[in-house]
């Protein structure tokens, strides 16, 4: 079980990074959640689709909403389901900004992904997730 750290060590970045990441993985669950509602209602044409579409949201969403939560709770090791999220948001952002027409969420995703990874990757969430000690930094 990865190293539980005292909040008062875990840096603010860290933290902004977890409330970021747990956000994504609760809309991730919410959009698995809405797939079921539609499929048990007839929206899709085809169940199966809109059942392993929902099964995919809830499997993806429920491990990024893990790893936000970890790292708000204190965890180094959330951050490397975070990063990999991140980079498979990236590419998402930029479809909807171009091919799917949608630029008002494409640059929300954006935004909201390009922050994570700052914090993600902020000098002091780096040194946190290494282990060292930022109290005198």
């Not at 991140?86 to 630029?103: D, G, K, N, R, Y």
């Amino acid at each position: 079980m990865p190293e539980r750290v005292p909040a008062t060590t875990q840096p603010t970045t860290a933290r902004i990074a977890g409330a970021l990441v747990t956000l994504q993985g609760a809309v991730g669950l919410t959009v698995a959640v809405v797939l079921v509602l539609r499929a048990l209602f007839g929206a899709d044409q085809s169940q199966a689709s809109g059942f392993g579409t929902a099964l995919w949201f809830g499997l993806l969403g429920g491990a990024v909403f893990g790893a936000g939560l970890a790292l708000l709770g204190g965890r180094r090791g959330g951050r490397s389901v975070a990063v990999v999220a991140q980079i498979l948001l990236l590419p998402v952002a930029w479809s909807m900004l171009t091919e799917s027409h949608q630029p008002l969420f494409g640059v929300l995703l954006g935004v909201v992904v390009l922050a994570t990874i700052g914090a993600l990757f902020a000098p002091a969430t780096t040194r946190w997730i290494a282990g060292a000690d930022i109290e005198g930094v």
